[in-house]
């Protein structure tokens, strides 16, 4: 099905047209890049209803030797993702271009956001764990971009590095899990499977008992837990408020900071439903949405504020996934959804008030209502949403949530208890987003307030409108996405039937009265909050500085320190130092196998050594050892010669004439260099200590003895070797070659030999720079 792969290459191949669309159409340039993410939403739109048992696919074979292959699958789960990328992706592109305006940087912010929805749209339609993981860590790649878009700014590039790092080794924890998962998948009984990396046929395996288990799982999960800022790594998505508004916005609803979530939601038929997964995933995910719900109370900044309620979110939605009861699994859709409305259209609300206030600090804001009634408006609507007041379709989300835990027993009633505590600042912090700014007295602000301009109006409308509007026609939802994704997720067929009012019975009113005190608690603190909010704000910055933070600072600072020592140590400038670091490395890593190797070698073919073969080595001996005496670079050259002579000797004598014509050449080749350059050499000095030469002879002879070692030990390798016999058998009609050491050297190191004959070319470009450099330089001085 050829629309998958359309799907993930539009948004890159739109990149190549921003510079030419930028340059026509100006300030509508915005709105000709959304026709991209929302003829994306008209192809994906045309599959609705998804059944849960249809999934469209594409396979191109990529790897094959290794398996490996370029999978795209469409079930319910990346149908919905799809939509809400592309989707929130379009009026972002629209939002973007009011908020850049002129600016010359805005072709660079259209470019990036592009290539990272295509990423973003990678990952979730991926049947392949290698694929999968590509495009996971192409999303890192931009956003780092993305949040370091201000690269001027210090504080930008710091949090860009940041999320990086943080991310980063997410991904290489990610990537050691996928691959033992493979492993576990190809080494499972019964499994018969030839495509090891195809995500669907390793969740239809129950891997669940394999030895590989924990250790993958352990390894997966750090790479989701990094990418959704789940506790402890959770502070450099609050951080990332660097970015502008539409990279934060974007990031934050739809996209990276989900991207755990949903890898989470894919495994979890295949690793979930187990203890280990059920206390992991559960645990981190509570601790994370009630730490960071009450944290969201010590900011003043908006966007910081919204960054620790997305976080608070993104702990609700893995605490559902590790639940994985199919009426948590219909929570956690739901809440995807409601999110991704209500949390987008609040971050360009923060966008638009920063854009025309100047200023995101909550407490230099009010009365804004007169002047920006539109964005009020909206923010309003999208707050309430996040509240889970009714008739919205946050307060379906938060109903399904309650409704979840009252199926357990006491770990539901603990979960109730972090879900209401959570909930509560929650809503008082969306109050605080969306009615301090615009009701009360009238404060002044460093820019004169107006509303914003119409690109930047369409967003916060159209999503605060459509969290209203499936808040009160739910069968929107449950009748054409819903139960596909929550199928997708259980891997079984779930049911979905989504209603604003679920009738008299018990567990409705409990999850109603729930709600209702958590309405009144929230909007209590709300009340109250303005009261002690300076304090709330100064401990929540010392906990932020004692946090995880803290310790990524000291982590950082370390390898930091380390990399100056070690670069200190190795990068002295000194040629006789680097020297010394590779012989020590060299030794360091071959003594122990080859001295292990060595005593094979010892037969008695070994000692049949002649009188001339054993005097042409000692003189090779003495000559080397006369060359490192002597006082005269005429002597040294000259004893040099003899040594290679002697070798060359040894080669005819053994029976390869070839190396020894070779050698030969090489020594003539020296001497005729040394004619050309003897005059212009300085005089031989003595700039080392007898402590250091001595210390060199003994690292010369460290690594001379090694080799020696080497080289006995490969004779004792069989000169029938199963490599041998390959090259004999394959150097003919593979490469059409007779001579097998020329095939060797030209095709089957073909690479090799490119890279060496490339070091040589740069080096002759080097010293042909350096002459014309010389002779450039003699010519101005005279």
């Excluded at 981190?284 to 960054?307: E, H, N, P, Y």
Aim: charged share 10%; hydrophobic share 60%.
């Amino acid at each position: 099905m050829l629309e998958l792969f359309w799907i993930i290459a539009a948004p890159f191949m739109a990149v190549a047209l921003v510079p030419w669309l930028r340059n026509v159409l100006r300030g509508l340039t915005g709105y000709a890049l959304a026709l991209v993410p929302a003829g994306i939403v008209w192809v994906v739109a045309g599959h609705l209803p998804l059944e849960p048992d249809t999934a469209p696919s594409l396979v191109w074979s990529w790897l094959p030797e290794l398996g490996v292959q370029f999978a795209l699958r469409m079930d319910g789960l990346s149908a919905l993702f799809v939509l809400m990328i592309a989707g929130i992706g379009a009026l972002i592109l629209i939002y973007a271009g009011g908020y850049m305006g002129s600016d010359p940087r805005a072709a660079r912010l259209y470019g990036l956001l592009l290539a990272f929805m295509g990423s973003m749209l990678g990952v979730v339609l991926s049947d392949d764990l290698i694929t999968l993981f590509v495009f996971w860590e192409l999303t890192s790649i931009t956003s780092f971009l993305l949040i370091g878009f201000n690269h001027e700014q210090e504080k930008s590039r710091a949090s860009a590095l940041q999320a990086l790092l943080v991310t980063g080794g997410g991904g290489l924890a990610l990537l050691a899990g996928l691959i033992l998962l493979s492993i576990a998948a190809a080494t499972a009984d019964g499994a018969g499977l030839t495509e090891f990396g195809r995500i669907s046929a390793i969740l239809s395996l129950d891997l669940r008992a394999h030895p590989l288990y924990p250790a993958a799982l352990v390894l997966i999960l750090l790479g989701a837990f990094t990418k959704s800022a789940q506790f402890p790594f959770h502070f450099w998505l609050p951080n990332a408020m660097t970015a502008p508004t539409p990279v934060s916005a974007y990031l934050h609803s739809a996209t990276m900071v989900k991207a755990g979530v949903f890898l989470l939601a894919r495994l979890q038929p295949g690793l979930g439903d187990t203890l280990l997964w059920t206390v992991i995933v559960t645990s981190v995910g509570a601790i994370t949405m009630l730490s960071a719900a009450a944290m969201s109370a010590g900011q003043r900044d908006l966007k910081r504020i919204l960054a620790y309620t997305t976080v608070s979110v993104l702990g609700t939605l893995t605490m559902l996934i590790g639940l994985g009861t199919d009426a948590a699994l219909k929570a956690a859709v739901v809440f995807v959804a409601a999110h991704a409305l209500y949390k987008c259209a609040l971050f360009m609300v923060a966008g638009s008030i920063d854009h025309e206030t100047g200023t995101r600090d909550v407490t230099r804001l009010g009365g804004l209502f007169g002047l920006m009634p539109v964005t009020a408006l909206a923010a309003l609507l999208a707050a309430l949403s996040q509240a889970g007041a009714p008739p919205m379709f946050g307060f379906i989300g938060k109903e399904l949530l309650l409704k979840a835990k009252l199926d357990l027993e006491w770990v539901g009633a603990l979960l109730i208890i972090v879900a209401v505590l959570t909930n509560i600042f929650l809503i008082a912090m969306a109050l605080v987003v969306a009615v301090w700014p615009f009701y009360g007295r009238r404060l002044a602000t460093p820019k004169h307030a107006h509303e914003a301009p119409l690109a930047m109006l369409i967003g916060p409308v159209v999503l605060s409108v459509g969290g209203l509007f499936v808040g009160l026609f739910p069968a929107v939802f449950d009748q054409t996405l819903g139960p596909a994704a929550v199928s997708a997720i259980a891997g079984h067929v779930v049911a979905m039937e989504l209603h604003l009012w679920h009738g008299m019975n018990p567990a409705a009113l409990t999850a109603l009265a729930i709600s209702a005190v958590t309405l009144v608690l929230g909007f209590v603190l709300f009340a109250r909050l303005h009261h002690f909010f300076e304090h709330l704000v100064v401990v929540g910055h010392r906990i932020e500085r004692a946090g995880p933070a803290r310790g990524y600072e000291l982590a950082l600072a370390g390898v930091l320190q380390l990399a100056a020592g070690v670069t200190g140590l190795l990068q002295s400038g000194h040629l006789r130092r680097y020297v010394m670091v590779v012989v020590l490395v060299l030794v360091a890593l071959l003594c122990v196998p080859v001295v292990r190797s060595v005593p094979a070698a010892f037969t008695d073919e070994l000692w049949s050594i002649y009188w001339h073969e054993a005097t042409l080595a000692v003189v090779a001996l003495l000559s080397a050892a006369f060359a490192t005496r002597s006082r005269s670079r005429l002597s040294a050259v000259a004893f040099l010669g003899v040594t290679g002579i002697s070798i060359a000797l040894l080669f005819a004598l053994l029976s390869a004439p070839d190396l020894a014509i070779t050698l030969v050449m090489v020594e003539i080749l020296t001497v005729i260099l040394f004619v050309f350059v003897f005059y212009h050499l300085p005089q031989l000095k003595a700039l080392r200590t007898p402590r250091e030469r001595a210390r060199d002879a003994l690292y010369a002879s460290a690594a001379g003895l090694v080799m020696t070692l080497l080289v006995l030990a490969s004779t004792a390798v069989p000169l029938d070797s199963e490599l041998a016999r390959y090259y004999a058998q394959n150097s003919k009609p593979a490469a059409h070659g007779r001579n097998i050491v020329n095939v060797i050297l030209v095709d089957f190191r073909a690479l090799d030999t490119l890279g060496e004959v490339t070091v040589l070319a740069v080096a002759a470009i080097g010293v042909f720079a350096l002459l014309r450099l010389r002779r450039r330089t003699r010519r101005a001085s005279a």
